[in-house]
Each structure stands twice: as C-alpha cells, then as structure tokens.
C-alpha cells in the first residue's frame, strides 16, 4: 500500500464505494437497535477510513486498544468480514462492548481482553498488521504506549490514532501532542481528515463522499481527530519517552 495521503484516501473512497455504502447502512441499524447503550465516538469519516485501510492492507492480526461501547470495533470487525480473513484482538478496562457486538460479526474473529493494557501487554497478540489506539488521551499514557507497545508493531505497519486534532494544534501534555512530538522526531508523515487541523482536505473528501452517494451521516460526529500514519522505521524507541531517538 501506498502512503496514507488525502490522494489514497481518495481512491480508496472510489474503489471501496459499494461495501463501504453497506457497512453504513448496517452501522446505521445497529446504532438504532443499540440505541440507549451505543455512544458513537469515532465520526464518520474516521470509521470510514479504518474501514477501507483495513480492507486494502488485509490484515490477518488487528489490535484495537479502546473500544468502549463498541462503535469502532464493529467498523473493523465489518472490514475483516468483508475481508474473508483477519482476527481483532480489543482491549478495553470496561466490557459494555461484549453485549453490543452482534455475533455474526464477533463469530470466530475476535477476541475481548478485558483490563488495563498496562497489567495486560502478555495479551497483546504479535504481528499486528494494524493497530488502532483510542484509550486514555493524558501524555503520560501516551508515552507508555509509545515505550511498550509500538516497539512489538513492526515497521510499515498502519497505525491510527484518535483525539489528536480537536483544534488546529494539539494541547500541550496530551496524548496528542506527544504523539505529534514522536512523529516528528523520527521523520513520520501522517493524515489526518480533522476539519480543525487540515480544512482543505477534510471539505475535499466531504465534496468526495457526496459525489459518490454517501453523504448521508452514519452518526452526527463532527470532531475528526484521528491520524493515520504508517509505523516508523526502526524499533529504537524503547527508550525512555522523551529522549532523543535516531528517526528513520
Ligand atoms: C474514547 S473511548 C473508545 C471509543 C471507541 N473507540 C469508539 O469508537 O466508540 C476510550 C476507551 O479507552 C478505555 N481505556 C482507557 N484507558 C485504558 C487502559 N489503560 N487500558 C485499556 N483501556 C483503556 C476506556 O475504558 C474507554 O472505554
């Protein structure tokens, strides 16, 4: 797969287009038969793209890390279904998400760890193909992650994570914002469709989806935060956070 740019995004909206229009549809009627005990948190937008990353890259392992009620880990169990192939391993310290996922998705492709990832990294299945981070967003955890989780994704690897972009910048001390700062230092593009940070290309894949037929919201999420990125080079950040690390 090719860089995860505004041009890829693109192109996967085209080619993905008749899939992507059921998985809506079928969100849609679980947010409706859901309704009262499923909180939507990832927007339509960011949904949209794990889904079609997760079907061009055809994972066969995906780690989501936050779950909550469970609204990202259908989006991705629908795209290891679409795929044929693929097993999603969620971590979450709260299980509201077992009763929400419906079994024909959940049925032999995923499996739950309930608990702090932090006392359960033992779980964490090896060769992820796609990891997927939307937990506790205060620096510190990030920096956790960035130590002891990242280091086990292999190079090449997507990546995406949620509540970077809320605004045009990253508050200072936020997941975000060390996020950001570890992207940087080891020379790491990333996308985002946050309509607060990149406007242009947040309108340009709007104008897209309209164009296509698929305009009409799955839920009523405005805020876009998440990025996408593809893990860096070298496995030199288990270091500790913070310190200077060699980048590609
Ligand atoms: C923003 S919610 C996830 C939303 C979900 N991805 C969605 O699309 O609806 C964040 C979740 O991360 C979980 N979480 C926070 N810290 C965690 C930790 N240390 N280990 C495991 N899960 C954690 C919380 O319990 C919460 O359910």
Redesign the pocket.
Known sequence: MDDIDLSLIGDLYRRYREPLARVRNSQRDLLRRTRGRM????DDLEAEITYMLLRETRPETVME?????G??TTWILSALRDNGTGRLHS????DDVVTNVPSDLSLGRWEFHKG???QNLAQVPTDIGYLFV???HNGR?AKWYLAELFPRVAPGTPVSVHDVFHGRRALPLTEGAVVLSWLRRTGTDFFTPSRKRAPAPHIALLELREKLGLGEPVHTGEDNPMIFFRMPGKRAEKTSPGTTTTGN
């Open positions: 909180t939507a948190q990832l890390l936050g779950t909550f009620h609204w990202s971590f979450d310290i709260v702090d990832i932090r939307d937990a506790a955890f």
